[in-house]
């Protein structure tokens, strides 16, 4: 029995160890495809038939071509950087000693349709006609306004004269007669129909002259002469509908308007409602308003959020410049002053904020008239044309980021004709509020219902609602949006994720550095698989 048993035992072969498989491109496919978290791949190699082999292939082959066809559609759409607005109507917060039902008041800025006064040009003979001449010079047949030609010797007196001065002095010498409003700071004048005429005071032009004005007024020097800014520094709060109203009654001093100012079709006044920042001469348009008529302005406020790059061009470093809150126009006009000054030592006129950037103010200096013709004038155009340019790039002197946020009023505007009773009433009083604020003098003026018709104006500002509109913008494609839909496709399709990329990003090198590693002398790979496994890699 025992010898049976040992040649049963002699009968048995040994076991041939199994053979690692051919090192193959193919094979490490084969093998990858059983090891990948990628879903339904391995049937295209491991499948009992060839025919459910051939099935796995087309669809997964379809849904790789399906999926790559998302991923550059989604690139696309990222790269374009396409953004969108969106409305968001919201109460603002308000300081603590405020009802929830307050709301900055914003900044009124009223200009008159009179550069500069008929009384200060008599003052200054001569000065009226020389404004006409300079008017009518034309840059295309000469080369500027030649103060030191004979036939202008009488206007070389005024050659060293500055645009900010002829301004300041032919502001309005009448103008702001009441503003009136529920709080105390407002009241510039008495109230317009107090019978107590002695309490009529003079206007306050050398009090802001020398920096000792009211908080809630001062001037503007703009190229359309002196505006009046009113609750210039956001110090009015308001409520909405009539029990927050500001109203304001002006006298246009028709008499005083210049011979030039009179040929313009349009007299009166032109309005802009800003936040405080921002001043009326950097704003591309107003509304106009006519004496003899009261106007009601209803208010609504917006404001407005710009992105950044990648996506936008805002600059959230830029908030301020020398023309207050800085947006497109105010920087545009700031860059004019700039190549104006490069070209020629001197600007037309004076920033109104040169507080906000010192360095840039310091070299600022008003141009002369001489100057203004002589060069200012060109060097004004120049950079004109070069900003209306849409063939040639001009970024490095006109460009321009937008505002991160800028804030803005719409206004919707009704008027209505002012009686007749009431201009009748307002006539009796007109000669002691004139007087006062003419210096003593009414000789010019024969105060009747049309004088009223012709000089009076009543503007009463409020708001309708106590909500802000914003609108935002925002990217309509963007990182998130990216990965939500490259990564949702790859799942739903290949059921791949992060770590499938890894994995195959993985293989691909290792396949590289066989290739690129196998010896010389062992095509095969054989000895390749013993020398550098995957543990090297």
């Known amino acids: 029995m025992t010898n049976n048993m040992l040649l049963n035992n002699n009968d048995v072969k040994p076991q041939e160890e199994e053979k690692p498989p051919k090192q193959s491109f193919y094979n490490d496919v084969k093998e990858f495809t059983t090891e990948t978290t990628s879903h339904g791949v391995k049937y295209v190699f491991h499948a009992a038939y060839k025919s459910v082999r051939l099935v796995y292939l087309v669809l997964w082959l379809s849904a790789v071509a399906y999926t790559m066809y998302i991923v550059c559609v989604s690139v696309g759409k990222f790269i374009s950087m396409e953004t969108g607005t969106k409305i968001e109507e919201i109460v603002t917060p308000k300081p603590d ?280 004038y060109n060097a004004t155009k120049t950079f004109t044309d070069m900003f209306v340019d849409l063939e040639n790039d001009y970024e490095e002197l006109t460009k321009c980021n937008q505002a991160c946020m800028e804030i803005w009023y719409g206004a919707t505007i009704s008027s209505s004709r002012l009686s007749k009773y009431y201009a009748t009433e307002k006539a009796k009083m007109l000669p002691h509020v004139v007087s006062r604020l003419n210096g003593g003098s009414v000789d010019d003026y024969e105060f009747n219902t049309e004088t009223v018709y012709d000089n009076l104006m009543v503007l009463k500002v409020l708001f309708t609602s106590i909500q802000e509109s914003n609108y935002k913008e925002y990217v309509k494609y963007d990182y998130t949006a990216l990965i939500g839909d490259v990564g949702g496709q790859m799942g739903m399709l290949l059921g791949a994720s992060l770590f499938t990329v890894i994995e195959f990003l993985h293989f691909l090198i290792k396949t590289i550095w066989r290739c690129a590693c196998r010896p010389a002398n062992n095509p095969a790979g054989n000895g390749f698989r013993r020398q550098y496994n995957d543990q090297d890699l």
């Open 97 to 376: 000693f405020l009802s929830q039902e307050a709301i900055t008041h914003p900044t009124i800025n009223v200009c008159p349709n009179n550069r500069v006064s008929k009384s200060m040009l008599n003052r200054q003979p001569g000065l009226e006609d020389l404004l006409a001449e300079m008017s009518r010079f034309d840059p295309e047949t000469e080369e500027f306004f030649d103060f030191d030609a004979p036939q202008n010797a009488k206007y070389r007196k005024f050659e060293n004269e500055t645009w900010q001065d002829i301004i300041w002095k032919g502001r309005p010498r009448i103008g702001l007669l009441q503003c009136t409003h529920y709080t105390d700071l407002c009241h510039t004048l008495k109230v317009f129909n107090n019978e107590n005429y002695t309490y009529w005071q003079p206007h306050w032009d050398e009090e802001y002259q020398h920096g000792e004005s009211e908080k809630h007024f001062e001037w503007e020097m703009s190229l359309s002469g002196a505006c009046y800014r009113i609750n210039p520094k956001g110090s009015i709060y308001t409520k909405e509908g009539d029990y927050g109203e500001v109203s304001l009654i002006f006298f246009t001093d028709l008499n005083d308007y210049s011979d030039e100012s009179k040929l313009d079709p349009m007299y009166g006044y032109t309005v802009t409602f800003t936040d405080n920042g921002t001043y009326s001469s950097t704003m591309t348009s107003g509304f106009f308003m006519s004496p003899g008529n009261v106007y009601k302005a209803d208010l609504r406020k917006y404001k407005e959020y710009n992105i950044g790059p990648p996506f936008g061009d805002c600059n959230p470093h830029m908030k301020t410049n020398i023309y207050g809150t800085h947006s497109r126009n105010s920087c545009t006009m700031r860059n004019r002053d700039e190549f104006v000054n490069m070209t020629c030592g001197c600007v037309h006129l004076l920033p109104p904020c040169p507080e906000n950037e010192p360095d840039v103010a310091k070299n600022l200096k008003a141009c002369t008239l001489k100057q203004w013709s002589e060069c200012g």
